[in-house]
T-cell receptor, first 112, second 113 residues
């Protein structure tokens, strides 16, 4: 089955710097890769997603890049702000069924 | 954010109790999901309903019983739970089912004593 790994598990950045979280997956037929942000005590929130026919997608300060050959995709947050502090989950679609396989999450801490 | 709502937000129940979790989506979606979120573990899919029909049951114990009376409402009936069932139970919905663009509710924090 699909195996999704996230690195690093915890990331601390100074406010204003960039943060990058990498996710690897095992199923070469996966075609959909969302990123969710979950603040403490709140719901996971879909912040950006990418499909396998696209290499990069950007939405204001966040972007996602996909490398299908290497089977990894990354979340890039620029000009980080304290409100970016949260746990970020990546996921990959599982070929052959309608499920998402989630990673364990990355804790991002933005230091003011 | 009121697209997907869940009640109750917190629930404490004994192992012999019967309780139900409720989810409602106001997004006009056709698919609804139950997930379990435990500390330090990836989200676990439990059930999927597409147009009110259950399409996925991810080997969930029978002490968890889902019900989907219509595309806007989803219930999770609980009975004779175990302490290891304590977790955050999240409901999600999407337009057409499948893995795409799932939107989550705030969850029910369940504690089994």
């Amino acid at each position: 089955g699909e195996n999704v790994e996230q690195h690093p598990s915890t990331l601390s950045v100074q406010e204003g710097d960039s943060a990058v979280i990498k996710c690897t997956y095992s199923d070469s037929a996966s075609n959909y890769f969302p990123w969710y942000k979950q603040e403490l005590g709140k719901r996971p929130q879909l912040i950006i997603d990418i499909r396998s026919n696209v290499g990069e997608k950007k939405d204001q300060r966040i972007a996602v890049t996909l490398n299908k050959t290497a089977k990894h995709f990354s979340l890039h947050i620029t000009e980080t702000q304290p409100e970016d502090s949260a746990v970020y989950f990546c996921a990959a679609s599982i070929s052959g069924n309608n499920r998402l396989a989630f990673g364990k999450g990355n804790q991002v801490v933005v230091i003011p | 954010e009121t697209g997907v709502t869940q009640t109750p937000r917190h629930l404490v129940m004994g192992m012999t109790n019967k309780k139900s979790l409720k989810c409602e989506q106001h997004l006009g979606h056709n698919a609804m999901y139950w997930y379990k979120q435990s500390a330090k573990k990836p989200l676990e899919l439990m059930f999927v309903y597409n147009f009110k029909e259950q399409t996925e049951n991810n080997s969930v114990p029978s002490r968890f019983s889902p019900e989907c009376p219509n595309s806007s409402h989803l219930f999770l009936h609980l009975h004779t739970l175990q302490p290891e069932d304590s977790a955050l139970y999240l409901c999600a919905s999407s337009q057409f089912g499948g893995p795409y663009e799932q939107y989550f509710g705030p969850g029910t924090r369940l504690t089994v004593t």
